[in-house]
């Protein structure tokens, strides 16, 4: 028998047993260690293997010189297949999330508290038969304070003393404006509701603030009287209050309205104890009939016509139902303080 057989059984030998070593390094080190244990020059098993070439006669030298060059490509290509696998691991356990965290939790807005009682109050006069309305807050004074019975150099036009714009516009100091552009465009019956952000040159304090948000409405048709408004008021105080709620006029004035009053609100109501409490009158709104100047200012028969109008801030208002001491929180910011009004 060749001794040739032999070294070629000896290589194959060496090459499973390399391969296999390979498969099973679980470091870069211990893959160098396996290519230096078969492939080094001096020491490498593969190279003892072909130190022996020069026993076998020289015909037969050719075919271990193949084999052994063979399997070299072989190990080569499994030592290098085996290491980038080896990398790739490494950076997945060094750069991956870690899967077992808990997730961020999404972050949800909510509505502005005012937008809430906003959106309360409109959902009643809804369904009193009142639609909305909604007009520009940069106004002509025409809208602003002529039409609505207010001379500029009347006092009155003072109290609203607002922002001028470049061109003598002005940012809208109520959203009445709404009521005279809707007059002018809509034949009566009129029934709407004109929400939205105004502007005076107001003080910042407690419950001041230069611009905040107003909600007016406007009834306007023949036969409407002063008991159409204190009922509608009055209904819509025991909607939005509670059916204990009572409902006080205060004779006041406004240029656009006539009779004028101011609305207080008294609750009336179980505590959890069930015995009966009530709060003071608070002030929630002015109102009163529209003065038939408006009417004809916005192009309507003061003879054929008359109407009703009130006015409020949901802000206040949103003061008195989550009990905010300070008008300035709804105008901050504030996560801290919004937060709490969040309806998910
Ligand atoms: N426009 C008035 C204001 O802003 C409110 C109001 C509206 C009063 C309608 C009476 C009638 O102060």
Redesign the pocket.
Known sequence: MSTDGSLIEQLRGLEEEALAAVETAESGEALEEVRVAFLGRREGRVSGILRKLGQLPPEERPRLGAEANRVKARLGEALEARESALTREDRTEAHSEDLTLPGRERWIGGRHPVTQVVDELVGIFRDLGFSLARGPEAETEWYNFEA?NTPLDHPAADE?DTLYLKGGNLLR????PV?VRVMESHEPPIRILAPGM?YRRDSYDATHTPAFA?L???AVDEGITFVDLKATLAEFARRYWGAGTRVRFRPSF?P??EP?AEVDVKRVFQDEAGIQRETDWIEI????MVDPAVLEASGLDAERYTGF????GPGRIGMLKYGVPDLRLFFENDVRFLQQFARS
């Not at 100091?173 to 009445?176: F, G, I, L, P, V």
């Not at 709104?285 to 009163?288: F, I, K, R």
């Not at 109008?309 to 409020?312: C, R, V």
């Open positions: 609505l609203q100091s109520h959203t009445s009521q105004v107003q007016e409405g406007l406004f656009f309205t004028s709104m002015g109102a009163g109008a009130f006015g409020m």
